[in-house]
Nanobody, 118 residues
Framework: QVQLVESGGGLVQAGGSLRLSCASS????????LAWYRQAPGRQRELVAS????????LYADSAKGRFSISVDRARDTVNLQMNSLKPAVTAVYYC???????????WGRGPQVTVSA
C-alpha cells in the first residue's frame, strides 16, 4: 500500500527557514498532483502549495507567495516545501498529499509539526 512520509519539521525562530520533504513508498512522481496542507489547532486544514508532476504547475496560498516554494526533486524522489521568512502565524501541522487522477481517494502523510517561535 502507498505511504507518504514527511520529514523536516521542528522548531524555528521567527525569520528562519525550514524545508519539509515528502517521500513515497512508491515513486513520488507516480502521483499526478502533490500538495502541502497545514492545520493549526482549532482551524480547518488549508492548502499551502501544490504542484503537478507533469508540467510542474504550481499554486500557492496568498500567505505563502514569495516566501514558500514547492518543488519535486526527482533525484531524491521527494516533493519539498521550502519555507523562508517564517512567522509564528504559520505554526501548524503540515501534511503531504498525493493524488492519482481517477483514484477514489488521496494519500496523506502523518504530518510533522512546524513551530515558529516569536
Amino acid at each position: 500500500q502507498v505511504q507518504l512520509v514527511e520529514s523536516g519539521g521542528g522548531l524555528v525562530q521567527a525569520g528562519g527557514s525550514l524545508r519539509l520533504s515528502c517521500a513515497s513508498s512508491t515513486t513520488i512522481t507516480t502521483f499526478n498532483f502533490l500538495a502541502w496542507y497545514r492545520q493549526a489547532p482549532g482551524r480547518q486544514r488549508e492548502l499551502v502549495a501544490s504542484i503537478t508532476t507533469t508540467g510542474d504547475n504550481t499554486l500557492y496560498a496568498d500567505s505563502a507567495k514569495g516566501r514558500f516554494s514547492i518543488s519535486v526533486d526527482r533525484a531524491r524522489d521527494t516533493v519539498n516545501l521550502q519555507m523562508n521568512s517564517l512567522k509564528p502565524a504559520v505554526t501548524a501541522v503540515y501534511y503531504c498529499k498525493g493524488v492519482h487522477f481517477g483514484a477514489p481517494s488521496a494519500y496523506w502523510g502523518r504530518g510533522p509539526q512546524v513551530t515558529v517561535s516569536a
